[in-house]
């Protein structure tokens, strides 16, 4: 890592308590310039809480290392602190490390807002045998929101007509992606199993990392989140969802889009490969009582004022999403 920041006097690494674990125990050493740890809130308050320290204000660039909460909050540290940006991920759950925008929550983490930053970040260092050695649950959940990408994007590309020369590279990638992850998903996961780190599980993390964040980076609004998201956003609100991960609520958001899209087949098509691999299509399997109340509570969200739904689905209503979320957990 120092060999890229030579031109920095004074870095500053933003880390969580079990990244930093896992970074030392993956380097064989402590983490030896200053830094900070974030309180896992994603908040807008930590992040200027973190803005405010000493050390913060004297840095020249910012270093995260962690997964996606680190890399959100060091995004917000860095847009407020207008200072360069180093992503180092310990996890391939999401794009987070690639993209420029940061979810934040709410102080119970419940979903907030989406904040698009005018710069990404300068650097990405991608290392599988790091990644390798978080849980597994966090690259299944990787595997189900960068599947979303492409189902997320396509019905809004569809929508667009003529695309531009970046749209067409988002869209392309998007597909890549599909065709990537039912590939290479299994053999990647049977070879994490295994403690090895192969050619399979080295495609589905440039697939989860680079390709997913290509296509919101490329695509720009259209190609950053719609349906499959609302329905992750939307879950946040129910407390016993804070126990299951990021891209395992946006993969039960995918089959949820389908069903009010009207693409049965697919949703027909596509629950094989969630059941060989352990992705959830139900609210049982994602640990949430389901019942009429958090069917409403979802269901309102997903029409709602923060709602994206409706670059999937445009007459997308209320109880169109309740009837999905019942559909969906009748379901082999």
Known sequence: MESYITEYGSPLVITGDLSKQAFTRYSGHEITFPYIQYDGSVTRRNAEELSESPIAKKSDIIIAIGAGRVSDTAKNVAAILHRDLIIIPTLAATCAAYSAVSINYDEHHAYEASVLHERTSDLVLVDPLLIATGPRKYLLGGIGDTLAKYYESAPVFARLGELRPLSKLAQSAAVLIHDTLLKESIPALNEYDKNLVG????????????????????????ARASGAHTIHDGLTLIPESKLTTHGAKVAYGVIIQLITEGKNLEVESLLPFYQSVGLPHTFRQLGIPFNDNTIRIVSDF???QK?????AVPDITSSQIADAIVTAERLY
């Not at 050619?199 to 259209?222: N, Q, R, W, Y």
């Not at 709602?307 to 670059?311: A, V």
Request: charged share 10%; net charge positive; no cysteine.
């Open 307 to 311: 709602s994206r739904y409706r670059l």
């Open 302 to 304: 997903a029409v709602g």
């Open 199 to 222: 050619k399979h599980f080295h495609a589905l993390v440039d697939t989860i990392i680079a390709l997913g964040g290509s296509v919101s980076a490329f695509g720009g609004v259209p």
